[in-house]
């Protein structure tokens, strides 16, 4: 078998700071002559870019069009979507209500995340005003933390923004549940062996460092938030 010597990665972002670090120092070892070059970005921005023949393989929140003929996929996590709300403002009437009462804070619908999330609330015919749309994890969470609003993202969500933790809650959304699953993409039979080997590498990492932690701050995560 050909030894890889070039290897083009596209990794979303709410993995950049822990995992993506970790997995390459990882495959670094075991691949002492490859070459590796990094893109993080957005779902649907990584899966131009492999369609494009820009990447090799990618990490991405899976799409419709990922399911395509020419692509081979790999599911690693499922993740449910989440509410989070100012500390302490949960109480004991009707939490939706409430929440319909303070300023929604929508992640940006330029991602597939966004779309998706206007989407079930479309489907759940609940209309929240449109005053704010941010496309940075930590920019929402801080103004969530400043009790300017509240929003709905996901627990890696959450977790990137570890500065405002504190300051919010994290609630299973008042709604019909939500969810997403992040999967390894990649054209089919172009890099050899190497879509399992990363798989093989990566699910441990999402275990010790995403799933586990959150499991244990959020106890009702536990089976929602999964490996696949």
């Keep these: 078998m050909r030894a890889l010597t070039d290897l083009r990665l596209g990794m979303i972002e709410d993995f950049d700071a822990d995992v993506t670090p970790r997995l390459l120092s990882n495959m670094a070892e075991e691949l002492r002559d490859c070459r590796f070059l990094l893109e ?27 399911e395509a003929e020419w692509t081979e996929v790999h599911p690693l996590m499922e993740e449910p979507f989440v509410a989070a709300v ?21 992640y940006t619908q330029r991602h597939l995340m966004g779309r998706q999330i206007s989407a079930h609330l479309e489907l759940n015919r609940i209309e929240l005003a449109r005053r704010f749309e941010l496309d940075s ?12 609003g509240w929003t709905i993202l996901t627990p890696l969500g959450y977790l990137r923004a570890r500065r405002f933790r504190d300051a919010v809650d994290v609630l299973p959304l008042p709604m019909k549940p939500l969810s997403r699953r992040i999967s390894l993409i990649a054209r089919s039979a172009e890099i050899q062996d190497m879509p399992g080997r990363l798989v093989e590498r990566l699910k441990p990492l999402l275990q010790e460092m995403i799933v586990t932690p959150a499991v244990e701050r959020m106890p009702w995560l536990d089976g929602e938030l999964k490996l696949l």
């Design 40 to 66: 993080t970005g957005a779902s649907h921005r990584l899966f131009d870019l492999l369609e494009a023949r820009a990447l090799d393989v990618i990490v991405a929140a899976q799409l419709a069009e990922t």
């Design 86 to 106: 100012p500390r302490g403002f949960a109480g004991g009437e009707d939490l939706l209500q409430r929440l319909q009462q303070i300023p929604f804070i929508h």
């Design 137 to 148: 994890y930590h920019a929402i969470m801080a103004m969530v933390a400043a009790e300017a």
